[in-house]
């Protein structure tokens, strides 16, 4: 009987064991099931931009190698979503050029960016931003959950090596609709820059106010914006969802081909190019203000081939022709034409936009007329990103006409962002306020419309067209030989002086040079010394009688190089060469030289000079470029003629 109890125990013991041992393995079974799995740090190219990223918070892994000037960095400290990932985790010093992992989180957008000098890496100044962000080591907090494949505003994920998939980001719903995934592919008409304005919520209706300011805000801000503005009316002009919906009364049908075109307005005759803001600091809403205030100029011009023509170019990181002059010839289908305008996003790069007007719009391919002034209207938002003064002078000293909008430029606390202080003086052909336009607000845009429209149609006072005196660089080629004597050579200078006056004088006008000669030569004054009327006629008095004897072969020589050679490249090269005897050297092969590079010579002869070689020295047809004058005294006579052979010259020339 003791012995079955004691084999009773036994196998309650061992049972005992077995039960402790298999739990004591289930227990750690249980704890590798609960572990958390390994994160997984997606990877990003240098060039990716924080603004394609959607997560508001995320940590990546950067390559190596994006230590380079070509991934932009905006900001110091606080970066601009534009600007490169890891290039801004370099420039804060997190990362070196070996790469590695980050943290990066959103902020909201600032009022101005400041550029610095960093780790090898200089970042630049950048106006208003919708949005910003942080960079940070690559630490991931503690019960915080961050994604192991981002999100991007585009349908095409731009990662390098991971591979992931983009997901379909889900559009925050808004009451009475349904939520639908939406990729860049999904929003019409909107750029990439535009479609990230999804990332965040809309606010509720009574979070916004129409009075409130239209400085750029935070991300998702002007989302909502676009859904309280409209500018589509109907024929009684209020608005209608008809007007919106495309339709048009049949009433309305039957008569507008029976509409007589209009063939413009003849007091009005301008080629007309218009640089609007496409970058994505403007949103939507002020963007669609630029279009409105755009059609209320072309209905306001009259457009037509007897009138003004106008065209358009849209700039962000590049400019771009919405369409140029031939495209649309009349106000209705320029108006339809506008409304069509996409926003492009990036950069506000106005500086580039104008060389490219200067270089492709106003050709004779894309309408440029010839006799009709140039006129280029630039709008910007607050500031360019780039500078505007030599792509501006370039514009001007080719014929254009610039007028700069400027609206809600920098404040004073704002000025240390702007890339270019004083940029629209330093564009503009005179700095008169006649050229420049400052707008406080966007909601005052459509004042402008007036004032605008009379400024660039009152052609007397478009100073930077191409005219026959502000176009030239002018280089006097005088005789200071012994025949002439010190009274005759006042005389002489006096006559440089009255021809002096008759050009506009500036940097970018009319440039004067001059050369003083006998058996040798002389720079009196170089085309860069002065670029003011008064300074060139203070520098003709300052000239001194040399005498000696008449090489003026030699003198021409001497022109071209000295004087010629540094000519600008679109401006009508003039030699006015001033001479009372025959030259003692062969002056057919210098002025042989002259005329193939494109120098337009008259020759001036007093007294005894030969008058067949004047007409060898003179520009083709001879009769048109060389005078003769039989006194020194009868000189002013023959300022109004030279003055009228240069502009008869110049207008039987194709013009820009």
């Not at 003011?532 to 001497?558: E, F, H, M, P, Q």
């Amino acid at each position: 009987m003791g012995i079955v109890v004691l084999t009773m125990k036994a196998s309650v013991i061992e049972m005992f064991l077995v039960l402790l041992v298999t739990g004591i393995h289930s227990n750690k079974d249980t704890t590798k099931k609960i572990k958390r799995p390994k994160f997984n740090v997606p990877q990003i190219n240098c060039d990716v931009k924080a603004g394609k990223i959607i997560n508001p918070e995320f940590v990546v892994k950067c390559p190596a190698g994006c230590q380079d000037p070509k991934y932009h960095v905006y900001g110091t400290d606080i970066y601009a979503s534009y600007s490169s990932v890891c290039g801004a985790a370099i420039h804060s010093g997190v990362l070196d050029n070996s790469g590695g992992k980050i943290l990066v989180r959103k902020v909201a957008g600032q009022s101005g960016y400041k550029g610095s000098y960093s780790n090898g890496i200089q970042s630049l100044s950048l106006p208003r931003w919708r949005e910003s962000f942080i960079v940070s080591e690559g630490k991931p907090q503690k019960d915080v959950t961050y994604p192991s494949a981002l999100t991007y505003s585009s349908s095409k994920s731009p990662t390098a090596k991971t591979g992931e998939a983009t997901k379909a980001y889900q559009k925050p719903s808004v009451p009475g609709t349904t939520a639908q995934p939406v990729t860049l592919m999904q929003v019409t008409g909107a750029t990439a820059s535009e479609a990230s304005h999804t990332s965040l919520p809309k606010p509720s209706p009574s979070a916004v106010s129409t009075t409130s300011s239209l400085r750029s805000q935070p991300m998702g801000h002007r989302s909502w914006e676009l859904d309280l503005w409209s500018t589509s009316s109907d024929a009684s002009g209020q608005n209608s969802p008809r007007a919106n919906a495309g339709f048009v009364p049949k009433e309305e049908l039957s008569t507008q081909s029976l509409e007589p075109v209009s063939q413009g307005d003849p007091n009005c005759k301008i080629d007309l190019s218009f640089l609007i803001d496409g970058s994505s600091g403007i949103g939507k809403r002020r963007f669609r203000i630029q279009k409105q205030f755009l059609a209320d100029v072309a209905q306001t011009l009259d457009i037509g081939p007897a009138g003004p023509l106008m065209g358009v170019v849209q700039y962000g990181d590049n400019p771009a022709a919405q369409f140029n002059l031939r495209t649309h010839m009349n106000s209705r289908d320029l108006k339809t034409a506008i409304e069509k305008i996409t926003q492009r996003g990036g950069l506000s790069n106005a500086g580039r936009a104008i060389s490219y007007v200067t270089k492709n719009f106003f050709s004779k391919a894309n309408g440029n007329r010839g006799g009709a002034p140039n006129v280029a209207v630039v709008i910007v938002d607050g500031w360019p990103t780039d500078k505007v003064e030599e792509a501006s002078r370039f514009a001007r000293e080719s014929g254009i006409n610039i007028f700069f909008i400027t609206i809600e430029g920098a404040t004073e606390n704002e000025k240390q962002y702007v890339t270019e202080p004083n940029f629209s003086n330093k564009a503009v052909c005179r700095t008169n306020g006649f050229y420049s336009l400052n707008v406080q607000s966007w909601f005052s845009l459509h004042k402008t419309v007036q004032p605008l429209v009379k400024r660039v149609c009152d052609t007397d006072r478009l100073a930077c067209s191409k005219t026959c005196l502000n176009s030239a660089d002018i280089g006097f080629v005088i005789d200071g030989s012994s025949s002439v004597g010190t009274g005759n050579f006042r005389t002489v200078l006096q006559f440089v002086a009255n021809l002096s006056k008759e050009f506009e004088i500036s940097d970018t006008d009319t440039r004067i040079g001059a050369v003083q000669y006998t058996y040798e030569q002389r720079l009196e004054f170089g085309f860069d010394d002065y670029n003011t009327k008064s300074d060139i006629l203070n520098a003709i008095k300052r000239v001194g009688y040399w005498s000696g004897g008449t090489s003026t072969g030699a003198a021409i020589n001497y022109a071209l190089e000295q004087l010629f050679k540094k000519s600008k490249p679109n401006k009508r090269k003039l030699m006015i060469l001033i001479t009372d005897g025959r030259s003692y050297d062969d002056v057919r092969i210098p002025a042989m030289v002259a005329h193939h590079k494109g120098v337009i010579t008259y020759a001036i002869g007093v007294a005894w000079a030969a008058q067949d070689e004047l007409e060898v020295i003179a520009t083709h047809p001879a009769n048109d470029h060389s005078f003769f004058v039989d006194e020194f005294d009868h000189l002013y006579k023959f300022v109004p003629k030279v003055i009228q052979s240069i502009c008869t010259e110049f207008n039987s020339q194709p013009r820009n």
